[in-house]
Nanobody, 125 residues
Framework: QVQLEESGGGLVQAGASLRLSCAAS????????MAWFRQAPGKEREFVAT????????GYADSVKGRFIASRDNNKNTVVLQMNSLKPEDTAVYYC??????????????????WGQGTQVTVSS
């Protein structure tokens, strides 16, 4: 089992930055591909970014490419999502997820077996 806990969400104005962190514990999390997803009210959960086990591969949704950066520190079992130039449409609950089977992983949430509880990000205009 892997436990994931997100932190760093909050309320910011458009154009600001936020840094989300995901702390992993349990089964060796450094061996898992990780990802960030988000879900806005009334919408389906959508892929944001993924990062491979040692961080060589990183993939992003088109909507965040060039603004968000995923990174990881396997010594600290932590994955980070640096979010810059935030827009109101980035408002959502952001989830950290881990895929035990694929490396790199995919944009499909069904491939991720472990999920955090989510952290709220609200961007005002």
């Amino acid at each position: 089992q892997v436990q994931l806990e997100e932190s760093g969400g909050g309320l910011v104005q458009a154009g600001a930055s936020l840094r989300l962190s995901c702390a992993a514990s349990g089964r060796t999390s450094s061996r898992l591909a990780m990802a960030w997803f988000r879900q806005a009210p009334g919408k389906e959960r959508e892929f944001v970014a993924t990062i491979s086990r040692i961080g060589v591969f990183r993939g992003y949704a088109d909507s965040v490419k060039g603004r968000f950066i995923a990174s990881r520190d396997n010594n600290k079992n932590t994955v980070v999502l640096q979010m810059n130039s935030l827009k109101p449409e980035d408002t959502a609950v952001y989830y950290c997820a881990a895929d035990p089977d694929r490396d790199p992983s995919t944009t499909n949430p069904a491939h991720y077996a472990y999920w955090g509880q989510g952290t709220q990000v609200t961007v005002s205009s």
